[in-house]
Nanobody
Framework: QVQLVESGGGLVQAGDSLRLSCATP????????KAWFRQAPGKEREFVAA????????WYSDSVKDRFTISRDNAKNTIDLQIHNVKPEDTAAYYC??????????????????????????WGQGTQVTVSS
């Protein structure tokens, strides 16, 4: 398990850009893939994007892949989620998650139907993103 801390959320207007960051304060032994999930009020937590432990591979939900970019910031040692042209439907609590980047994980993350919450053992507390029209 790895400690994760999200930041960067806030109130933004539709059409703005936003950058969320997921920091790992403590170094942990193991190759961990990272992901972003989001949960709107009254809705289930949904997968947004993921990145392999090396940063070479990324996966996105179909609903956000044209506006969201997940990346690694080596200088800050964070996993960032860049959101462009935010929309009101992007309003949600955004959570960072981590999972051991195993072959089984790769098999599951590649398929939309298996991008489940239980793939990830570590979760941050979340950061709220609110988009006004």
């Amino acid at each position: 398990q790895v400690q994760l801390v999200e930041s960067g959320g806030g109130l933004v207007q539709a059409g703005d850009s936003l950058r969320l960051s997921c920091a790992t304060p403590t170094r942990t032994v193991g190759n961990y893939a990272k992901a972003w999930f989001r949960q709107a009020p009254g809705k289930e937590r949904e997968f947004v994007a993921a990145i392999s432990w090396t940063g070479r591979d990324t996966w996105y939900s179909d609903s956000v892949k044209d506006r969201f970019t997940i990346s690694r910031d080596n200088a800050k040692n964070t996993i960032d989620l860049q959101i462009h042209n935010v929309k009101p439907e992007d309003t949600a609590a955004y959570y960072c998650a981590a999972a051991l980047d195993t072959l089984d994980f790769r098999s599951a993350i590649k398929r939309r139907g298996t991008r489940r919450l239980d793939l990830f053992d570590s979760w941050g507390q979340g950061t709220q993103v609110t988009v006004s029209s």
